[in-house]
Each structure stands twice: as structure tokens, then as C-alpha cells.
């Protein structure tokens, strides 16, 4: 045992030592998610005043972030764009050991209502969570005037360039050219597949639909189409390719580590965003933010000594014309900041409501102390790891972390304010709101054989991440 140079309190030695005390070395090797500020972070061929104007930003979006979490966790009540549905058939009671389960996931004991104990230990005043749908601001006005002007470009600049060509002028031929290329740039583009992971359909995994089905009728999300199986710490549902299709994408690392409950929260959470007034998710806007995410990385400066003179005017012309890129995305986020974060509370509400509010919570907390094991082990140890004892060799790394240092982490969260990403409030903000909520009691359970059919894609993937880490080695 070791003393703290601060105070003198006893710490252990392991992990990075560090006093529960007065917090000593509590901040000490924190992975701070790299994508919480990438929109906002400084490139290194950019002036200093671009940092310090991301500076500002970031404390107003840090204000907005402490007000909008004063008002829903206070007397505010959380609204949505539509109310939640009502449950579409009788509560039962969970599987239990003698019951063998059925291949449709089971639904839970009735919501009670009374007041709830959080997961904190503490109890806690309850929060009534409101289904009332809010009028259409003016910032959300806004956003959808500007996606609707990004998605005007690319005609506008086609027709442009058609009617510089057709003046048959030597120097217009250029800025036709550029006008064309920035047209094909802008043109609305459906989201991909996501890259390496595997495909299921209803056919392939059964149980898996009828529990995604079940958690859909709940919040209220459309009916899931595809199910993707990735090698990402991560989950979303979205809509991909030109018919947008509806896809929900299962990180096999992350879902590898929660509870059947902790999934469960994870997807109604995911699915909740298709009914939960998240702009980010719209055809219009979604589409026009997905555009000019495109356009900013083909103008983003990409030189290195030795790439030549010409290449490096050719790199500063592209990244010259992409500044009002920038400017759009700067102006959409900050026009749609508030919203995303309310639509995180609310997703985290409806997750709650599904899973009940202790899994919730616990996802949670997941997020900030073993997704972070499971990340550094995919980014340290994939590489050379076999694809058949790829999962196994995760969950034991992820086990062998001390509770010591789990609490570590759950308190560098909070005083480095930890979020997802930046349209993410603070992890510890949504724990604290999560906590008020009176579900105590979850309305759907996974059963075991969805777990059977996520084994064989599974086993398919680790050999993608396998590949891809050892691919990064030499990139």
C-alpha cells in the first residue's frame, strides 16, 4: 500500500494509483473519446483564431448543455415530438428457470409507479415523464431551412456549370468544371451499409426480429428491416441505401459486455430515436448534414512535406473552398444542439421505460467504465489475437479490470464530462436524469436464443477486426 502525496490517504497500487479521497491522479490516462469535439478540433494547418473560436463554442454548448439538463431533471417536464404507445398486449411475468422461454421475447410485470430507489443507492424524486409534443421552434425552423439549401446546391451549381460551358469562353471553363464537381459533391447520397459487418434478415435470426419488433412497438419505431453484426464499440438505427431500408447495428464488443437487460436498454434506446423528434434522423435534415460531412473530408487540407509544391496549392485551394462548408456544419449543429440533446434524454427515457430504469442506468455507467476496457483491448490486442478466441479474450480482459478502477473512471467521467459524442450530453448528465425515472420494472426480456443466433456472425467479424487491426499497423 501507498500513501497519496496530497492528503496521505491510503491508494492501491495496479491500475493507475489514485486517492478516493481528494480525487489525486483521478484524471491520469482517461480516454476521452476522440469523436466527443472532432467538428470543433482545431486542424494543425489552421490559425489559432479557429481554436479559439472553437473554445467559445464549446462554452455555449456546455451552458446550453446545463440548462436544458436543469429544466428536464427540475419541474420541466421532457416532451417529444409524438407520445409514446400505449402497450400493445398484457403484461406476464419474465422467463424464470422452469419456464423454458419461447422464441419472441417476453414481456415484463406492469410499470409501477410509486417512487423509485436509483441505481446510486440514494433515493431520489421521482420525474413524470411527459408525452406532450412541443411546437416546432425556431432553431428547428432554421435547420430545416438550411438542409433545404444544402440540398439546393447540387442543382444549383449543375445548372450553373451547364451554363458556363454553353458560353464557349476559355476561362469559364474552369469554374465551369469546379461548379460541376461541386454539384456531384452535393448530391444527395443514401447512407451505406455499414462497412465489415454481416447481414441478417428476419429469416436468419428470428428471435432476434421478434425482440426488436416487440421493443418498436414500444417506442414507437418503424418495423426493422435489416440487422447489421459489427466489430464497433457502438449501436444505431438508421436507415441505409436507397430505399431506406431500416438497419440496426449490433457492436458485437459492446453487446459482448452488457447484461441480456443492458441490451435490451441499448436497443430501445437506438430504435427510440426514429419516433423521438431527433431532427439529426430526418430524410431532409439527416440527409443534408450526411452531405456536407462528405464534402468537408474531400476539402480537408491533406499535405505532407514532400508531396510537392503544386499539390500543396492545390490541397490550400480545396480547403480555402470548404471553409463555408465548415461554416454550414458549424451553424446546423449549433441550430440543432439543444434538440439532439433533448432527444438523448428522451431516447434514454424510452430505454428506461423498456428495459426498466436500473438496466438504463447501468448501460450507462457501462459506457464509461468497461466499453473503455473493451476499446483498448480491440486497439491493443486484435491484432494478434486468433478469430475464434477474439470474444472470449475480450470479456476476460474486460473482467480482470478492478472495481477500483471502474470507480476511477466513473469519477474522471464526471469531471471530464465524458459524453458519446458531442451531440451526446454529459454520460454522468443522462445517469442523473435516468436515475429520476420511476421504471423499475422492465416491460421486455431477451431470451437466450436471440444470443444463439448472434454466435455464427459473430465469429465472422472477429476475423474482420482481426484484419482490419492488423491493416492499421501499417497505415
Not at 16 to 45: E, F, G, I
Not at 356 to 368: E, R
Request: proline share 9%; glycine share 6%.
Amino acid at each position: 500500500m501507498s500513501t497519496c502525496p496530497e492528503c496521505g490517504h491510503s491508494v492501491k497500487p495496479g491500475f493507475p494509483a489514485w486517492c478516493p479521497a481528494c480525487d489525486w491522479n483521478v484524471l491520469r490516462d482517461v480516454s476521452r473519446d476522440a469523436s466527443q469535439d472532432a467538428s470543433l478540433a482545431r486542424p494543425s494547418h489552421l490559425p489559432v483564431r479557429v481554436s479559439r473560436m472553437s473554445a467559445l463554442v464549446s462554452r455555449f454548448q456546455a451552458r446550453l448543455v446545463r440548462d436544458l439538463h436543469t429544466s428536464i431533471t427540475g419541474p420541466h417536464r421532457l416532451t417529444t415530438e409524438s407520445p409514446a404507445p400505449a402497450p400493445q398486449s398484457p403484461a406476464v411475468a419474465p422467463p424464470s428457470a422452469e419456464s423454458p422461454t419461447a422464441e419472441s421475447p417476453i414481456v415484463g410485470p406492469p410499470l409501477v409507479a410509486p417512487a423509485f430507489t436509483s441505481p446510486l443507492n440514494a433515493p431520489l424524486p421521482v420525474a413524470t415523464p411527459p408525452f406532450a409534443a412541443p411546437s416546432a421552434g425556431s432553431a428547428r425552423v432554421a435547420s430545416l431551412a438550411l438542409a433545404w439549401l444544402v440540398h439546393l446546391l447540387a442543382p444549383a451549381f449543375l445548372l450553373l456549370g451547364l451554363y458556363l460551358l454553353t458560353r464557349w469562353t476559355l476561362f469559364l471553363i474552369l469554374p465551369a468544371i469546379v461548379a460541376l464537381d461541386l454539384a456531384w459533391l452535393l448530391r444527395p447520397r443514401p447512407v451505406p451499409f455499414p462497412q465489415g459487418a454481416e447481414r441478417l434478415t428476419r429469416d436468419d435470426a428470428p428471435s432476434l426480429f421478434a425482440l426488436l419488433d416487440r421493443i418498436g412497438a414500444e417506442v414507437g419505431a418503424p418495423r426493422t428491416d435489416v440487422v447489421a453484426v459489427s466489430g464497433a464499440v457502438n449501436a444505431s438505427f438508421r436507415t441505409y441505401g436507397r430505399r431506406r431500408r431500416r438497419l440496426v447495428e449490433i457492436g458485437y464488443p459492446l453487446w459482448l459486455i452488457l447484461t441480456p437487460q443492458e441490451r435490451v436498454a441499448l436497443l430501445a434506446h437506438e430504435m427510440a430515436h426514429s419516433s423521438n423528434g431527433d431532427g439529426r434522423h430526418g430524410l431532409v435534415v439527416g440527409g443534408a448534414l450526411h452531405s456536407l460531412h462528405v464534402l468537408r473530408d474531400v476539402t480537408r487540407f491533406d499535405w505532407e512535406s514532400g508531396d510537392g509544391v503544386a499539390r500543396f496549392f492545390a490541397e490550400t485551394l480545396l480547403a480555402v473552398l470548404g471553409l463555408p462548408v465548415r461554416g454550414l456544419i458549424l451553424v446546423m449543429e449549433l441550430l440543432l444542439y439543444r434538440s439532439s440533446q433533448r432527444a438523448e434524454y428522451r431516447a434514454d427515457e424510452m430505454g428506461a421505460r423498456v428495459a426498466g430504469a436500473p438496466a438504463m442506468h447501468s448501460l450507462l455507467d457501462g459506457l464509461v467504465t468497461r466499453a473503455i476496457s473493451a476499446a483498448r483491448f480491440l486497439g491493443t490486442s486484435a491484432h494478434f489475437r486468433k478469430p475464434e478466441d477474439m470474444w472470449a479474450s475480450l470479456r476476460a480482459a474486460v473482467n480482470e479490470v478492478p472495481d477500483s478502477e471502474y470507480e476511477r473512471r466513473r469519477r474522471a467521467a464526471r469531471l471530464e464530462e465524458l459524453r458519446v459524442d458531442q451531440t451526446h450530453p454529459a454520460t454522468y448528465l443522462r445517469m442523473e436524469w435516468v436515475a429520476l425515472l420511476a421504471y423499475p420494472e422492465a416491460r421486455v426480456h431477451m431470451t437466450e436464443a436471440v444470443e444463439h443466433e448472434l454466435e455464427a456472425p459473430a465469429a465472422r467479424v472477429a476475423g474482420t477486426v482481426r484484419e482490419n487491426a492488423q491493416s492499421a499497423l501499417y497505415h
